[in-house]
């Protein structure tokens, strides 16, 4: 019977263990939990200058955005400052714009951004690179 007893004590052990080690990495990503919105509350005090916080219309008005009255070439010029001089590729500003209010009209947002950073850039409006194999645009300095 004790060596029965001295196995159920040994896996007893090593779910103690375990827990242990769960508790230890629960404690680490609820420190990274409390790290992510000490550094969105900061954030959110900052704000983005020059873009006002874009809010939803309300009964049928416009919004209150940067991008209310413009079309997307000129939202994307405006919005290139936004980035700085850090690269941005077509789908970080699609999402920069969607955030801000930029209402899209056409099928192919997606597309329609590309196109115009690629025209923007043949006009040399923006920079064209390439960063680990993929097209990247920044502003140009």
Partial sequence: MRKADDRLDMLRDKYLKQ????????????????????????????????IPDATPAKNGEQADHPFASTGLTESIIKAVSWFGTKP????????????????????????????TLNRLAERGKLVRETLDGKKVFRAKT
């Fill in 19 to 50: 827990v242990d080690a769960k508790k230890s990495e629960i404690s680490a990503i609820m420190q990274k939990i409390a790290l992510l919105d000490e550094l969105k509350a900061e954030a959110d005090t900052l704000g983005l200058p020059g």
């Fill in 88 to 115: 941005f590729r077509p789908p970080e500003m699609q999402k920069h714009l969607l955030s801000v209010g930029f209402k899209p009209t056409g099928k192919n947002f997606n597309v329609s951004v590309g196109t």
